[in-house]
């Protein structure tokens, strides 16, 4: 790598450390806020779910391990749907932008499992070789979003093995699961970093916009009940 490429790389590792610790302003922490909280909400619904069919499975109630890791895969399922609407929505608006939202490349160290490691390496060359941040940006979001979704199959897929009783070697499958959940939470981090940093760029004229797409918007408050006066009188 050249000392030029290299110093690139530097400056945009430490100015995805410093969007990550500096505080968003009011209105974009709001967005930021509301959006992670549903992403960890229902990604921790899906894995209380895969967590109590394992157990089921461990103490041999085998029907009620297929139902609850089925429940898990449909909670994956809305949660990765999710993370790639988010994908595709920072994609279209990081056009309007006149900061291109700086990005690090994917870690295949963080990840368990084959698809989700050679994404990464894949993310991490294509990072090497691209000089401009815009193409950083969409580049790791198009990769993100296609790992979900290969993991999202991936996870169907071995669901419907077990559902169908037609695995070879059920252990294998449930061991399988438990990587592409972990896969799943990786997703999820670096989701959270690229929404920070890429809030951090939207100009604020955007942010209503940006967030009817995230399903973000502040719900309206309920107007207070008006008491009913008694026909009683005085």
């Known amino acids: 790598m050249s000392y030029r490429r290299a110093s690139r790389t530097v400056r945009s590792e430490s100015r995805v450390l410093e969007n990550w610790v500096t505080a968003l302003p009011r209105d974009k922490n709001n967005l930021f806020e509301t959006v992670v909280r549903r992403w960890e909400l229902s990604f921790t619904m899906a894995s209380v779910a895969l967590d109590d069919a394992i157990s089921f499975r461990i103490h041999a109630q085998l029907v009620c391990a297929r139902e609850q890791v089925q429940l898990a895969g449909v909670l994956l399922d ?12 920072a994609l279209a608006h990081s056009r309007d932008t006149g900061e291109a939202p700086p990005v690090e490349p994917l870690n295949a160290g963080f990840f368990r499992g084959t698809t989700a ?36 199959r991936e996870f169907r897929e071995t669901i419907d093995e077990l559902a169908s009783g037609t695995a070879i070697e ?55 009940s008006k008491q009913r006066l008694s026909s009683a009188t005085a």
């Open 78 to 89: 809305r949660f990765s749907s999710d993370l790639i609407a988010f994908c595709d929505a």
């Open 117 to 152: 490691q050679s994404a990464a390496s894949w993310n991490g060359i294509l990072h090497r070789v691209l000089f401009a941040d815009r193409s950083r940006f969409s580049h790791k979001l198009r990769i993100l979003s296609g790992t979900l979704r290969k993991l999202e």
């Open 170 to 224: 059920p252990g294998a499958c449930w061991n399988r699961l438990e990587c592409l959940h972990f896969d799943f939470n990786t997703c999820l981090r670096e989701a959270e970093i690229v929404l920070k940093c890429f809030i951090s760029t939207v100009p604020g004229d955007q942010l209503s916009a940006l967030a009817a797409e995230l399903d973000a918007l502040p719900k309206p408050a309920r107007a207070p």
